[in-house]
């Protein structure tokens, strides 16, 4: 490993030396549970990649507690029903830390069975880590203390893009358009409510809901905003929906602006360069590649070099293991009910050098967001997407103090 690697990794591993020499032979089982095929899998499998580079580093340093650390992936194929059998089969193998990100809909599925079962099986509790399912009751209603987030919630990530819309007097006509379960359904209600708030005058001509990774064609669709007359789109599409929709748009020659949730992933920067809209195309996230943060920038190097070129997605799964690995060394065990207390309040250096802390109320994890276009690449902008040339760019920074919602959140502590 990389004296880069290793800063960036290093909070994850105090007190390793000691531990180590405990000498035991134990093995960390990580279950993955999100989409490796279907709609979901561009996003689900460059997860799993993020997830066994980690496991691969951490284990050149010895594990953790002498733990080989071992990544399980279980395909979910988006759908909360069959992710509960995954989750079953993965406790099944020994798994007691469960690790999900993509679709709402399962995780809260499996943030209610994982509750449930360790009600009904004390001494063999697991714990739900989080990485990107961001509908806001899972930390508000729905919250549970087995239960820990560390991507902002959806209302966070509307709070951040509407605070940057309203300082942007040429937008006048706005067209939402979202995947039609939880996650979607709430991007819609909170960015009519904070526009209304920041932003009165602007109009909302178009608002739509479509069957979540179902389309193949957006076309309908784009035909609809063009004639709305939209100048601005906002969607919190992600997968193949954000990546096909942009596609569509450009075989189109819609010329709008975009403010997304997930305009990076797979397939969206190839359709943003291909519609020809350079900082046109805005996306709300923890960290990006050409961050002013060298650390950050040697380890986008190192994982590019080590995966054939694939971008480093997801600096939230770097803080989230760094900070689970913690937990569990400060703990001195791996059993979820010693380290889960250590990760409340938790505050850390994240991956891309803010400062972040993890909300004891509701586990919620707060940390700087940053809004990034993408464009042609500057003198100090190393990196592109996709091999088009461009990639991304800061537009705006929102302090992670400035991120904080207040939680509904009423937990029911074990005990």
């Known amino acids: 490993m990389s004296r880069t690697m290793s800063r960036v990794l290093a909070f994850a591993w105090i007190g390793l030396a000691a531990s180590t020499a405990l000498g035991r032979a134990d093995t960390l089982k990580i279950a993955y549970v999100d989409p490796l095929s279907g709609g979901g899998a561009s996003v689900g499998q460059v997860g799993l990649e993020h997830f066994q580079y980690i496991a691969d580093q951490v284990n050149a340093k010895g594990g953790v507690l002498g733990m080989k650390v071992e990544i399980l992936g279980y395909d979910d194929k988006t759908n909360p029903q069959e992710a509960l059998v995954q989750v079953q089969k993965a406790i099944d193998a020994g798994a007691r830390i469960i690790a999900q990100g993509n679709g709402s809909s399962v995780g809260a599925a499996i943030e209610d069975f994982v509750a449930k079962y360790d009600d009904r099986n004390p001494g063999k509790e697991v714990v739900y880590i989080n990485y990107a399912a961001v509908d806001p009751s899972l930390t508000n209603a729905k919250c549970s203390y087995w239960h820990f987030r560390w991507d902002a919630n959806s209302d966070i990530k509307m709070e951040a893009l509407t605070n940057y819309i309203k300082t942007r007097p040429s937008i006048k006509k706005v067209y939402l358009i979202n995947q039609d379960y939880s996650f979607g359904q709430s991007v819609r209600t909170e960015a009519r409510k904070m526009l209304a708030q920041k932003r009165p005058d602007i109009q909302i001509v178009g608002d739509e809901l479509h069957p979540l990774l ?202």
């Open 214 to 415: 179902k389309i193949t064609d957006f076309s309908p669709y784009i035909a609809k905003i063009k004639a709305s007359g939209a100048d601005s789109v906002i969607s919190g599409n992600w997968g193949q929906d954000i990546a096909l929709l942009l596609k569509a748009a450009a075989d189109a020659g819609l010329q709008a602006d975009w403010y997304t949730y997930y305009a990076g992933g797979a397939g969206g920067p190839t359709a943003i360069r291909q519609a020809n809209l350079p900082d046109r195309v805005f996306a709300i996230v923890e960290g990006y590649p050409n961050i002013d943060y060298a650390p950050a920038r040697e380890a986008e190097k190192e994982f590019r070099t080590k995966l054939n070129g694939q971008s480093l997605w997801y600096p939230r799964v770097f803080n989230m293991m760094s900070m689970v690995f913690r937990a569990i060394e400060e703990a001195k065990s791996a059993d979820p009910v010693k380290f889960a207390p250590k990760l409340e309040g938790m505050k850390v250096t994240t991956f891309d050098g803010g400062e972040g802390f993890m909300r004891a109320a509701d586990h919620q994890f707060f940390q700087d967001m940053f809004v990034v276009t993408f464009g042609p690449l500057g003198a100090d902008q190393p990196f592109d997407e996709e091999h088009t040339g461009w990639g991304t760019k800061l537009a705006g920074k929102v302090p992670a103090d400035q991120t904080v919602l207040p939680t509904t959140c009423k937990m029911q502590r074990p005990g």
